[in-house]
């Protein structure tokens, strides 16, 4: 018998600036990335379901269709529309199966607008789901104790997907991670244990997904750095662009290093987290710690061609407002134009949530909230509009093209970035050229001019590779713009922070 499947990715009512989604729209795109779960539990699916893959960031799910079932992925981010969605197909008649961190972490919610969730991974849960659907006798939940081997994947379903409306693919490797902080979920989701695939099976997978640029969704891509290096010499062949996330330690091996670029890594996501030593150990995170070890590390990283975006959080119990200050004179010191600049938040099943929550601080605000430039919890130091604004004015200045400028004077200035990227159509180095020309030349703006000329130099004098220096400011006018839409939409963030507002934790539990 022939089923009918929906498989759905909720839409977001707020978007953070480091989804790049600004971006996306400069190439003629809906989204910068999908979610990798969808084609990968449609690769799963056996063949008796017409299966369609619906991502709401980039299309309109159709009215009054009725599928046989639905599967539904949540984030705490996502989860008040994916409760709607299967209030409405429930009503409709379809099943509505749950997956993803939410909820497997609030199953008891889920189930509130679900027939059943599958918690954890969905190898092996989600066919017994099917096939138990199909005799109707789905259970309530589906899950285990074990992890799968993860030795090999079928390749995502990425002919599912409309690829003209996204930039670039996700692709996992690996999972597992040793670390256990308090804020993560992937230790939790994925246990402590690390598992690789195969890498014929990732070089294959590469082979046919219908993009050349990637990003390694693998929470520590190089934390096994005998496989890491196994990985770059297996992918330089395939002349593709990715970046992927690890930490600084990439920086004590010179050979990986040079295999990543080689390989064409363009970028790497570093979790600094925070320059308050004592807010790392509040979290249990005791690698990519500071001092002369992030200088070394940075450089080494710059001086390979490879950008890094850096990923900090404030809100920790140690941190006050100076933290911003802090983070920003970091970032000025070292060159690092791309930031990801968070508030402390506490998805469901990390332990921060456990310790929010015993300790009666999490706020009862809506999950949608969660997105990382909400303040979303009871702060020990700092009020939630405190928080907000300083984080607001930080992000402000981070992007302003005075920043922008000055870092990537310094940082496009070492004569790295010279080698090429990913190919890219006549139509779309027109379009980019034309949006980099109308953007940074006609304008009254004098640092975003003297940004363009100085880098147009770089360019003439073989300093730095086009596309490199092209996509450099394309990212930076990404950053800036999303930015400039939250700033016109502060007194409608404020209404919402200053209505839930309670003060300090310390001040409001003083007496």
Not at 174 to 202: A, Q
Not at 203 to 213: F, G, L, R
């Amino acid at each position: 018998m022939k089923y009918k499947l929906f498989l759905i990715s909720p839409k977001q009512r707020f978007i953070n600036y480091p989804a790049h989604s600004e971006l996306a729209k400069m190439f003629g795109k809906k989204r910068f990335m999908v979610p990798l779960a969808l084609p990968t539990i449609a690769a799963l699916t056996p063949g008796n379901y017409d299966i369609r893959i619906f991502d709401e960031e980039i299309e309109h799910l159709p009215k009054n269709e009725k599928p046989d079932i639905v599967g539904i992925t949540t984030l705490a981010a996502t989860v008040k529309r994916a409760f709607e969605l299967g209030d409405t197909y429930r009503a409709m008649g379809a099943k509505v199966v749950y997956g993803g961190p939410y909820a497997s972490f609030k199953q008891e919610d889920a189930l509130k607008h679900g027939d059943c969730v599958i918690a954890g991974e969905a190898e092996g849960k989600w066919e017994k789901c099917l096939a138990d659907f199909e005799n109707g006798r789905l259970q309530p939940v589906y899950e285990s104790s074990e992890f799968i081997p993860y030795k090999t994947q079928n390749p995502p379903r990425w002919d599912l997907v409309n690829m003209k409306r996204i930039f670039q693919v996700a692709i996992q490797v690996s999972r597992g991670c040793p670390f256990n902080c308090d804020f993560c979920l992937v230790s939790k989701t994925f246990g402590r244990k690390m598992r690789y695939r195969d890498i014929d099976n990732v070089v294959e997978e590469i082979k046919s997904a219908p993009a050349k640029y990637f990003f390694f969704v693998d929470d520590n891509l190089t934390i096994n750095k005998t496989y890491a290096k196994e990985l770059m010499k297996a992918i330089i062949p395939l002349k593709i662009s990715w970046g992927c996330m690890c930490s600084l330690d990439v920086a004590t091996d010179d050979e990986l290093l040079r295999l990543m670029a080689d390989a064409g890594c363009f970028n790497i996501l570093v979790g600094f987290e925070s320059l308050n030593p004592e807010s790392l150990d509040e979290s249990h995170k005791h690698h990519n710690r500071g001092g002369k070890i992030y200088e070394e590390a940075i450089n080494k990283i710059h001086a390979a061609g490879i950008h890094i975006n850096a990923s900090f959080v404030v809100g920790f119990d140690n941190d006050g407002l100076d933290e911003f200050d802090r983070i920003f004179d970091f970032t000025m010191k070292h060159h690092l134009p791309n930031v990801n600049l968070h508030l402390l938040n506490a998805p469901p099943g990390t332990e921060v949530y456990k310790k929010f929550q015993e300790a009666g601080r999490l706020l009862s605000c809506d999950p949608e909230l969660g997105v990382g430039h909400f303040p979303t919890l009871h702060y020990m130091n700092m009020s939630q509009i405190e928080i907000f604004d300083k984080y607001m004015q930080t992000i402000e200045r981070l992007y302003s093209f005075d920043t922008i400028r000055k870092k990537g004077e310094a940082l496009l200035s070492n004569g790295a970035f010279t080698r090429p990227g990913g190919e890219i159509s006549i139509y779309m180095k027109a379009r980019l050229s034309w949006i980099t020309f109308k953007e940074y030349i006609l304008t009254t703006d004098k640092d975003r001019k003297a940004l363009f000329f100085y880098i147009f130099g770089l360019i003439r004098t073989k300093r730095i590779a086009i596309d490199k220096g092209l996509s450099f400011m394309l990212t930076m006018l990404g950053y800036h713009r999303h930015i400039q839409e939250h700033v016109r939409n502060m007194e409608e963030y404020r209404k919402i922070v200053i209505a839930q507002d309670k003060g300090p934790w310390k001040q409001s539990n003083s007496s």
